[in-house]
């Protein structure tokens, strides 16, 4: 079912993709435990970025998905790391608004099609980004694209897909996560740079505040937003 919004309004895929790609991150929650997962998720969110990303290796990832959803209807919550099409399944019925993971795996890619759920398949070949832009897919994570290029990966794979909307994953810093959306990605993945494990493990949310803040306003910046 697609992800349900204030006031009754139904969020489709284009609305998660156009929310996505405005913000320009996805920060993602790959924690040990489902209360470091709700405590690191709010405050990233109270920090000014609307957009989660709770990975299934997080212990009853499926729970938190429907918590936050259900406590949380201002912000896109997503599943990452979603490996088959039942966990696929359970997640969008918790109320993902999208879904990730590391590979294309174009069972689920049919099956969030059929929910209208969007679906952001890791891809890293330029024949995997082939396939995926052949199933209609709207968002294509190139992962782990810190270890093969960088930013210049990035640039060389959009010069032969120019329609690809791409998001960057694997490996970004405050280094590297303007030199990225410079190279042409639509939006960056970011885990432990953006949320410190000690920083959960202390429930230190001024860090994280810090830290989310200092990665929009690069994301800004690198699109031209800080010179105007």
């Not at 969030?112 to 199933?135: F, H, N, Q, V």
Request: proline share 5%.
């Amino acid at each position: 079912m697609p992800a349900q919004a204030e006031k009754g309004h139904v969020v489709t895929n284009r609305d998660v993709r156009a929310r996505i790609e405005e913000i320009g991150i996805i920060p993602a929650i790959r924690v040990s435990s489902s209360e470091d997962a709700l405590f690191a998720s709010r405050t990233v969110f109270e920090g000014g970025i609307g957009v989660i990303e709770i990975t299934t290796t997080v212990p009853d990832a499926v729970d938190v998905i429907a918590e936050l959803t259900r406590t949380m209807p201002e912000s896109m919550v997503g599943a990452g790391t979603v490996m088959d099409a039942r966990t696929a399944s359970a997640c969008m019925d918790a109320g993902a608004a999208f879904l990730t993971s590391p590979g294309l795996d174009l069972d689920i890619v049919r099956l969030a099609g059929d929910a209208d759920i969007l679906m952001i398949p890791g891809a890293l070949t330029p024949s995997e980004i082939t396939a995926a832009c052949k199933a209609g897919v709207d968002l294509i994570k190139i992962f782990p694209c810190s270890l093969v290029g960088g930013a210049a990966y990035i640039k060389a794979v959009k010069a032969p897909f120019p329609h690809a909307s791409f998001i960057a994953s694997g490996g970004v810093t405050q280094q590297t996560a303007g030199d990225f959306i410079r190279a042409g990605a639509s939006a960056v993945g970011i885990g432990e740079d953006l949320i410190p494990p000690e920083a959960v493990r202390r429930r230190n949310s001024t860090w994280i505040h810090e830290l989310t803040r200092r990665f929009v306003g690069m994301v800004r910046e690198a699109r031209g937003y800080g010179r105007r």
